[in-house]
């Protein structure tokens, strides 16, 4: 009895591996492939579709195929029954603040954004999980830095502060926005210059990301761990980053070689920080940046002139002694923050304040998102 269980587990295991899934086509279709023979109805959940789309079942096998799918890296689950369910074909996967899905990327030609966000035969920089005192905030954290591939060699190297969004942590750049594949691939292109990215936790409450700190295996939600009030905003902790940035790491100082860019709630943080600190950063950039300040429905241009200090920090940015090089922003035009932004860059109009603006199609998602972080390293260091 004990042999036939293990032929049977064996059958499924082999069963399983010689089932491919995802299978790229050539003619730009994706086919997926899940075998449960006794599931009802079997669905594909992914960012490439609007809504779950039924697969079709044969001999227990659940198919379903795409139309032709852009260069990209996509998201997928199936939904097996109502349940979510990961592909076992598939090894390779992310995790989005609770939640885990499989991954695939579509390259058609070189130097698409599907090749920017593939590992390719190039010079490979180094990613590294520090941990670091923060006396403004009381605790020792954790951040991911990456070093360009002739760090190594000696010299010293600009660097770009690279925040996440609500809900991403220390760890979200370099799985979902691929951070260290796009850096590899446009130092490799000469289109970047060499630098140093520094992903810190944007969670002033969390210390690192789930698991990986002392409260242990608990549950993560959207807003990180409520039960760790923070002594001190990512704003005001800010400077910790920093400090122990410049005194590690062979770090070019002053603006000209100094940059900070976040996506959404870390859109708002870069928008806070380049104000706090003004002349520390020389550009600037607002991926799809959350900027309503508790002001509810008051447009974001019109709670930035009600606040007197506010508005005294933007003037100050923008003078002629901490000017930033570039201010850079870029949101997508379905994006549910779009107005915000449309705020933002009717205030800094009224006021002369210079800036660039990139506006892309979708919305509030990591295409964006990686797609900012390619064109907005182009343009920096220069």
Request: with cysteine; aromatic share 12%; net charge positive.
């Amino acid at each position: 009895m004990l042999m036939s269980v293990s032929a049977l587990a064996q059958q499924a295991l082999f069963n399983t591996q010689n089932l491919t899934s995802p299978e790229i086509n050539k003619d730009g279709t994706v086919t997926f492939r899940v075998a449960a023979p006794k599931a009802v109805k079997v669905e594909l959940t992914g960012d490439f579709l609007s809504k779950p789309v039924e697969m079709k079942e044969q001999r227990g096998v659940w198919t379903y195929t795409t139309p032709v799918l852009g260069p990209e890296l996509y998201s997928y689950q199936f939904k097996v029954d109502g349940l979510d369910y990961l592909d076992p074909s598939n090894v390779y996967r992310n995790r989005d603040i609770v939640s885990f899905t499989n991954m695939f990327i579509i390259s058609k030609e070189k130097g698409d954004c599907g090749d920017m966000y593939s590992v390719n035969n190039v010079p490979h920089g180094n990613v590294n999980r520090v941990w670091y005192d923060s006396p403004t905030l009381g605790t020792q954290r954790r951040m991911t830095i990456y070093t360009p591939p002739t760090y190594e060699k000696g010299g010293s190297y600009p660097v770009l502060y690279l925040l996440h969004g609500a809900g991403g942590d220390e760890e979200a750049w370099v799985t979902l926005g691929r951070a260290a594949q796009i850096m590899d691939n446009l130092i490799a292109q000469g289109k970047a210059k060499p630098m140093i990215v520094v992903m810190s936790n944007g969670n002033a409450n969390c210390d690192a990301a789930p698991g990986e700190w002392h409260k242990g295996f608990y549950k993560p939600s959207f807003m990180s761990h409520s039960e760790s009030p923070a002594k001190a905003t990512t704003e005001e902790a800010y400077k910790d980053v920093m400090s122990y940035v410049e005194k590690h790491y062979r770090v070019q100082k002053g603006k000209n070689n100094t940059a900070i860019c976040g996506l959404s709630m870390g859109g708002f943080h870069t928008y806070a920080i380049s104000k706090l600190y003004p002349g520390k950063f020389g550009y600037v950039g607002l991926f799809s940046a959350a900027l309503n300040m508790g002001g509810g429905n008051t447009p974001v241009d019109q709670q930035i002139a009600n606040d007197k200090t506010i508005s005294k920090q933007f003037k100050t940015l923008f003078s002629a002694k901490n000017k930033p090089n570039l201010y850079w922003i870029g949101i997508g035009k379905t994006d549910f923050l779009f107005q915000q932004n449309v705020g933002l860059r009717k205030y800094m109009d009224a006021n002369n304040y210079p800036y660039e603006y990139y506006e892309t199609e979708d919305g509030h998602i990591w295409k964006n998102w990686r797609n900012y972080l390619i064109v907005f390293s182009q343009k920096i260091f220069k």
